[in-house]
T-cell receptor, first 115, second 111 residues
Framework: DAGVTQSPTHLIKTRGQQVTLRCSPK?????VSWYQQALGQGPQFIFQ???????QRGNFPDRFSGHQFPNYSSELNVNALLLGDSALYLC??????????????FGSGTQLSVL | AQTVTQSQPEMSVQEAETVTLSCTYD???????LFWYKQPPSRQMILVIR??????QNATENRFSVNFQKAAKSFSLKISDSQLGDAAMYFC????????FGPGTRLSVLP
């Protein structure tokens, strides 16, 4: 049973460029969330996708956008990259959109460096 | 908005000893869950333990247990018989409308 997989594992971009990160959820999961984890900090919620729609969003600008495909996989897009976007981007999947007891299963993340 | 605070940026414990990591949170919601996640150098977040807010009984998972004080909004993690493999970042998390993570505590285990 494959867990949550993310690609690529590392990425280097320059300011102003655009980037796309990919995530495949754990088998059987239909909800995908994205988190940004800056160095030395806890993960910050970016947004959550369910049934191919963005259902919740954290305090992130519109430069951050996403997509969910019919097979539940998801992409995170960041436009006009800033130095401050350098971080570990974590994808998490879960079974349910709204259950507060729902465990998140995380991937190993994509380390994005913006130069 | 919900917030989660971990007041200990770093902790250390001798192998086989017991250590307690602190966490406090703030919320006005009545239905929520609390979690402790571990993040080893591999970066993958791993669930350690989960607590239902409406249950008085503290959750336990083998060597890991919590002390949940709902009125005080406190949720500490106790690790007994610490092992070298327990060394990692530990994040306290709250789930109501969405997940909110604390800033983390880096735990070192000394041989």
């Amino acid at each position: 049973d494959a867990g949550v997989t993310q690609s690529p594992t590392h990425l280097i971009k320059t300011r102003g460029q655009q980037v796309t990160l990919r995530c495949s959820p754990k088998s059987g999961h239909d909800t995908v969330s994205w988190y940004q984890q800056a160095l030395g900090q806890g993960p910050q919620f970016i947004f959550q996708y369910y049934e191919e729609e963005e259902r919740q969003r954290g305090n992130f600008p519109d430069r951050f956008s996403g997509h969910q495909f019919p097979n539940y996989s998801s992409e995170l897009n960041v436009n006009a990259l800033l130095l401050g976007d350098s971080a570990l981007y974590l994808c998490a999947s879960s079974l349910s959109l709204t259950a507060t007891n729902e465990k998140l299963f995380f991937g190993s993340g994509t380390q994005l460096s913006v130069l | 908005a919900q917030t989660v605070t971990q007041s200990q940026p770093e902790m250390s414990v001798q192998e086989a000893e017991t250590v307690t990591l602190s966490c406090t949170y703030d919320t006005s919601e009545s239905d929520y869950y609390l979690f402790w996640y571990k993040q080893p150098p591999s970066r993958q977040m791993i669930l350690v333990i989960r607590q239902e807010a409406y249950k008085q009984q503290n959750a336990t998972e083998n060597r890991f247990s919590v002390n949940f004080q709902k009125a005080a909004k406190s949720f500490s993690l106790k690790i007994s018989d610490s092992q070298l493999g327990d060394a990692a970042m530990y994040f306290c998390a709250y789930n109501g409308q969405n997940f909110v993570f604390g800033p983390g505590t880096r735990l070192s285990v000394l041989p």
